[in-house]
């Protein structure tokens, strides 16, 4: 069933919506345009229809475009979104990335730019229709892999887990090489397929990277589940799983952790302590803090909260956000910023791992 | 053409994140600043009254708080506590390289 793309464009100029209308019109996946002359009007729309791809201008009167694409980002997940602004400061397109758009560009001001720009929203839009990878996340990395093998594609995966990154070369449906870290080929596999979460891009394919990996991507696969099995729990001689060691007593083992407190809202949610008399009086303050921090980065368009580093003559705190968990660290006073910073990396590493 | 611009639409701006500093006093009044006048004023009150929040709330907490560091992709703000008010620092982030786009 052929069924046409929707793009929402928002611009206040009405004489450059009629021009971008027109011109989209054109691509081969023959969008559907719908125009917005308002922040207001976009958000509105969205909550009216489905679109595939929001454009939007970011110079906008009331509501300015990094204002509606942050709160897009927030309530429409999954929405591809494409910044376009005739401003040249740098700080704008480093802000709307750090909205999390995916494609920040500059009103194309030639016919070669223009045919460039034309390119990448087509592109986008086919990355929709064949799935992409934004909302796959329910799928493990190892189904990725193997669909992307199976298929006999090239690509290149790049998977993000809080501080770490990694990447899978996969050329003609054979893994070719990894890089995580220090580490390169079998291990940096071995290594990313041991992260528990984290997002994926799918970046083009680079044929010329040269190959170290050459055992199949079964027999990969097949290891990597293995070492995760083993990992998840010791096996008593009589085929009992015991638990290991939880997670939470870990990161509270690392030098300079005076307490540990992780929390998740929402359904299923909990909270879990190490370190604290009082628990409950440090996930308000945690909690409120978060919240507050989160609402004035919306406020000031500046992205979405990193963390927070409160230092104290009695302790320092972070509080951050990892995978929808939520962190309270306290620390020892001795500690200097940047140790503590170094740290809570690390801790944060451990968590993902 | 004069009398045409006097009625003309004031163009959109958008808001660019300040590198600057001000301090507010323990009731939330914004004395001194260096942050540029183009910044609204609305928006330093805003962060003005969620750092002195934290801090007041840290310290009923029983977590006193001497400094607060909030960390976004693009924006800094650093806060020292001063006598029940606070001296705040903007300071933007370096724009990250954004992943390419094929």
């Known amino acids: 069933m052929d069924r046409r793309p929707k793009i929402l464009l928002a611009d206040d100029d009405p004489d450059l919506l009629d021009m971008y209308r027109e011109t989209l019109a054109q691509l081969p996946s023959r969008p559907e345009i719908h125009t917005a002359a308002s922040g207001s009007r976009v958000i509105a729309m969205l909550e009216a229809e489905e679109f595939q791809l929001l454009i939007c201008d970011l110079k906008m009167p009331k509501m300015d475009g990094l204002q509606v694409l942050a709160i897009v980002r927030r309530k429409y997940p999954h929405l591809r979104t494409v910044a376009l602004t005739a401003e040249v400061d740098e700080q704008f397109r480093s802000r709307a990335y750090a909205l999390g758009v995916d494609l920040f560009w500059h009103k194309p001001a030639t016919e070669q730019e223009t045919k460039m720009f034309l390119e990448c929203i087509e592109s986008l839009l086919g990355r929709e229709t064949e799935g992409g990878f934004r909302g796959v996340q329910s799928k493990s990395l190892m189904d990725i892999i193997q669909l992307e093998c199976i298929s006999q594609s090239s690509s290149v995966l790049r998977i993000t887990n809080a501080s770490l990154n990694g990447k899978i070369w996969i050329q003609g449906g054979e893994l070719i090489d990894a890089e995580a870290a220090d580490l390169r080929g079998e291990p940096a596999f071995q290594k990313i397929l041991s992260w528990r979460a984290g997002n994926f891009e799918m970046l083009p394919a680079e044929p010329s990277r040269p190959r170290t990996i050459f055992n199949s991507y079964n027999a990969l696969l097949l290891e990597s589940a293995q070492a995760m099995d083993e990992s998840r729990g010791v096996v008593t001689a009589d085929g009992v799983p015991q638990s290991a060691v939880s997670p939470l007593a870990q990161l509270s083992q690392i030098a300079g952790v005076e307490f540990v407190l992780a929390m998740k809202g929402g359904q299923g949610g909990y909270q879990v302590a190490r370190g604290l008399e009082n628990p409950q009086r440090m996930a308000t303050w945690a909690r409120q803090n978060l919240e507050r921090f989160r609402l004035l980065g919306d406020h000031l368009s500046a992205g979405p909260l990193e963390r927070i580093e409160a230092f104290g003559p009695q302790r320092h705190v972070t509080l951050a956000c990892q995978n929808e968990t939520e962190f309270c660290v306290g620390w020892q006073p001795s500690l200097a910023p940047d140790e503590v910073r170094e740290m809570m990396k690390k801790l944060l590493a451990l968590w993902a791992s | ?102």
């Open chain 2, 1 to 102: 053409m004069g009398l045409l611009n006097l009625f003309a639409k004031p163009a959109p701006t958008l808001v660019r994140l300040p590198s600057g500093s001000f301090t507010v006093d323990r009731d939330g009044r914004v004395l001194t600043g260096t942050l540029p006048s183009s910044f609204p004023a609305g928006l330093v009150k805003d962060i003005a009254r969620q750092v002195r929040a934290a801090f007041s709330e840290a310290a009923a907490a029983q977590l006193p708080l001497a400094e607060l560091v909030i960390n976004y992709p693009s924006l800094k703000i650093s806060a020292r506590e001063l006598r029940g008010g606070a001296i705040v620092y903007l300071s933007p982030r370096a724009p990250s390289s954004p992943m390419r786009q094929s």
